[in-house]
């Protein structure tokens, strides 16, 4: 099973409007949670890195929050641009472990003018 | 992509034939990565390496080999032996431990023919 869970797998919206991607993990031990963006046939971009004691980061119009508590996370992105048509990646880290990148299957987001 | 080479971008392969794919960074990161991307899954490791002259199986090894002769390459070949690596390969590098940015390269995608 899959150790981090990302919803919706899709998604189609508005130009200019907001939408909210989750992440849910089941990582033990938990060192930091990262959001990137891969547009298609590209590699991943970071867009935010969070620890335990950060609740919430920005990356311009870009919002991460993390609850450590519930082990869950979610990205926020404000007023979409036709750019932001990719597919977000939610990866967890886990504590002392270098190889130990748990990756979600992503959520594909498309912006529609 | 910054300061991280994949190439090539695209690569074709006929069965029962071995292809290496270059991973070269600039970036003095001591770790490196490599991972698969299937559709609809995420990120699977291969192969990551701390140091030079050593590396260590991911989840996913077999049919594949890699060799860490110095710091800044990393090359990944698949041999005849894996049976379906029809798939986009992604290099990654890393700083260290803490949360420090994973760096992705651009891609590889094999195709088998």
């Known amino acids: 099973k899959n150790q981090v869970e990302q919803s919706p797998q899709s998604l189609i919206i508005l130009e200019g409007k907001n939408c909210t991607l989750q992440?849910?993990?089941?990582?033990?031990?938990?060192?930091?949670l990262r959001w990137y963006k891969q547009d298609t046939g590209r590699g991943p971009v970071s867009l935010t890195i969070?620890?335990?004691?950060?609740n919430t980061k920005s990356n311009g119009r870009y919002t991460a929050t993390l609850d450590a508590d519930t082990k869950q996370s979610s990205l926020h992105i404000t007023a979409s641009q036709l750019s932001d048509s990719a597919s977000y990646i939610c990866?967890?880290?886990?504590?002392?472990?270098?190889?130990?990148?748990?990756f979600g299957a992503g959520t594909q987001v498309v912006v529609t003018p | 992509d910054g300061g991280i080479t994949q190439s090539p971008k695209y690569l074709f392969r006929k069965e029962g034939q071995n292809v290496t794919l270059s991973c070269e960074q600039n970036?003095?990161?001591?770790?490196m990565y490599w991972y698969r991307q299937d559709p609809g899954q995420g990120l699977r490791l291969i192969y990551y390496?701390?140091?030079?002259?050593?590396?260590q199986k991911g989840d996913i090894a077999e049919g594949y080999s890699v060799s860490r002769e110095k710091k800044e390459s990393f090359p990944l070949t698949v041999t005849s032996a894996q049976k379906n690596p029809t798939a986009f390969y992604l290099c990654?590098?890393?700083?260290?431990?803490?949360?420090?940015?994973?760096?992705f390269g651009a891609g590889s995608r094999l195709t088998v023919l």
């Open positions: 990866v967890v880290a886990q504590t002392d472990s270098w190889g130990k990148f748990q």
């Open positions: 992440c849910n993990y089941t990582v033990s031990p938990f060192s930091n």
């Open positions: 969070m620890t335990f004691s950060e």
């Open positions: 970036l003095n990161h001591d770790a």
């Open positions: 390496s701390q140091i030079v002259n050593d590396f």
């Open positions: 990654a590098t890393y700083p260290g431990s803490g949360a420090n940015v994973l760096t």
